[in-house]
Nanobody, 125 residues
Framework: AVQVFESGGGSVQAGGSLKLSCTIS????????MHWFRQAPGNKCELVSR???????VYADNVKGRFTMSRDNAKLTVLLQMNNLIPEDTAVYYC???????????????????WGQGTQVTVSS
């Protein structure tokens, strides 16, 4: 069975840092692009970053220069290093392996691919 598991969320003050980790099993990075999404209460599911199977990374404009996505192929783990956090970064963060389906604006949409359970990030001012 395919599993996706995130960890590393928490609470920090503005300007602080957190590192999120996402480990996959039962599947490999060659099977689809890896994504980090986030969703705050009342907001739509928002793409944070995307790593293609060839390692190319795209970031949302509002995290560019502050967040860094990386990958450890041996551990089947992707990381999201988040620096200079701001209160607007507060959300539940999800890791997903895309399988070519549509997101439909919904985090945890199974049609999109395989999702982790999410991890809460809270940034206080």
């Amino acid at each position: 069975a395919v599993q996706v598991f995130e960890s590393g969320g928490g609470s920090v003050q503005a300007g602080g840092s957190l590192k999120l980790s996402c480990t996959i099993s039962g599947i490999t990075f060659d099977d689809g692009d890896m994504h980090w999404f986030r969703q705050a209460p009342g907001n739509k599911c928002e793409l944070v970053s995307r790593m293609r199977s060839d390692g190319t990374i795209v970031y949302a404009d509002n995290v560019k220069g502050r967040f860094t996505m990386s990958r450890d192929n041996a551990k089947l783990t992707v990381l999201l290093q988040m620096n200079n956090l701001i209160p607007e970064d507060t959300a539940v963060y999800y890791c997903a392996l895309e399988r070519g389906g549509t997101l439909g604006g919904r985090c945890l949409n199974p049609a999109f691919g395989f999702w982790g359970q999410g991890t809460q990030v809270t940034v206080s001012s």
